[in-house]
């Protein structure tokens, strides 16, 4: 059955910390199936990770990206054994996206495993450690942030550029580490509330990325990718596709491109969405939800009674 009032959205990078996901394990054999699944698929034990950490290692983007994934299936698995009703439409945010591929049949689950994982591992060599940086940009308009970023970029042989537009009034900023401390220092002149460094060392989604688009292109160009059974609305365009060629494209442009989160999730209202499921860990896309649009229902499903009423409700 599918509600056409509800949009699933899925986490990416920041949403991991160690012990989560803990309740689920215990409450649905699904859960603990899924991850059982991923560490076969990896090759290493991914749930004493996400229990144990620590921290640091869970922060590395190449483990961070399939912990999440499989964090997200997990759900969506349990989500479907407890009869929860079909989404209308699903989007993910960065990392996200690839989570909603895989539950929207577009993707198989252990070929995602493995794909995000080397995406992870792209992303992170692209860029010398320490010579890319990113940094969240609160209380100012996204043209005055384009304008200032654009103006430093100009002016300088390096780069930085709005690269995640989460909601009005928090943008992240990405680019070479000096210009990103320019940038940050002209835009607090220019009126921002607070602009925050982020603890992450590669400036994801720039045009500094392009190398991790071109090895992720060749791992995509052998994978299966089918036409996706719930529409999935894509972080570059904040518009949905089912050819698979332009979905490999599309994750392949993602790497280098800004996510346009905000358009995404005005995108899914204009379709119908009333209520967002957030499926993965933590409350971050509900959080930033409300910002969007204030009229939106949410529900975070990481915890298991909150997985039973929203099935009981939405059903």
């Known amino acids: 059955m599918t509600n056409s009032s509800i949009a699933f959205v899925f986490p990416g990078q920041g949403s991991q910390a160690v012990g989560m996901m803990a309740a689920a394990f215990d409450h649905f054999a699904v859960v603990r199936q899924t991850f059982e699944e991923a560490s076969e698929v990896l090759g290493y034990d991914m749930w004493s990770l996400i229990q144990a950490g620590p921290q640091e290692s869970l922060n590395l983007t190449a483990n961070t990206q399939p912990v999440l994934l499989a964090s997200s299936v997990a759900l969506w698995r349990a989500w479907q054994a407890a009869g929860g009703a079909s989404p209308a439409v699903m989007a993910g945010h960065s990392l996200g996206e690839f989570s909603a591929l895989v539950c929207a049949g577009s993707l198989q689950y252990s070929d995602a495993l493995d794909l995000v994982r080397r995406r992870g591992e792209f992303m992170q060599t692209a860029v010398p ?7 969240a ?3 100012l308009a996204d043209a005055t942030i384009n304008t200032v970023c654009a103006d430093i970029s100009s002016g300088h042989d390096q780069l930085v550029v709005a690269v995640n537009f989460n909601s ?8 070479h580490s000096g210009a990103v401390d320019l940038a940050s220092a002209a835009l607090k002149e220019a009126g921002a509330k607070r602009v925050l460094p982020l603890p992450v060392s590669a400036p994801f989604h720039t045009p500094l990325m392009h190398p991790a688009g071109e090895k992720l292109a ?11 059974s719930i529409p999935v609305v894509h972080n570059v ?7 698979p060629q332009v979905v490999r494209a599309l994750l392949v442009e993602q790497i280098s491109s800004p996510v346009l989160w905000t358009a995404c999730v ?4 204009a379709q119908g969405s009333h209520t967002l499921v957030e499926c993965g860990p933590g409350k971050v896309l509900s959080g930033l939800a409300k910002r969007i649009d204030k009229t939106l229902a949410s529900y975070a499903i990481e915890q ?5 009423e929203a099935v009981s409700e939405l059903s």
Request: without cysteine; negative net charge; hydrophobic residues 50%.
């Open 129 to 135: 450690v320490g010579h890319g940086a990113m940094a």
């Open 137 to 139: 940009v609160i209380g």
């Open 168 to 175: 009005p009034g928090q943008v992240v900023i990405a680019g």
């Open 218 to 228: 060749e791992v995509l160009s052998v994978i299966d990718v089918q036409a996706p």
């Open 237 to 243: 365009n904040a518009m949905t596709e089912t050819d």
């Open 266 to 269: 005005q995108s899914m209202v």
């Open 304 to 308: 298991p009674d909150v997985l039973h």
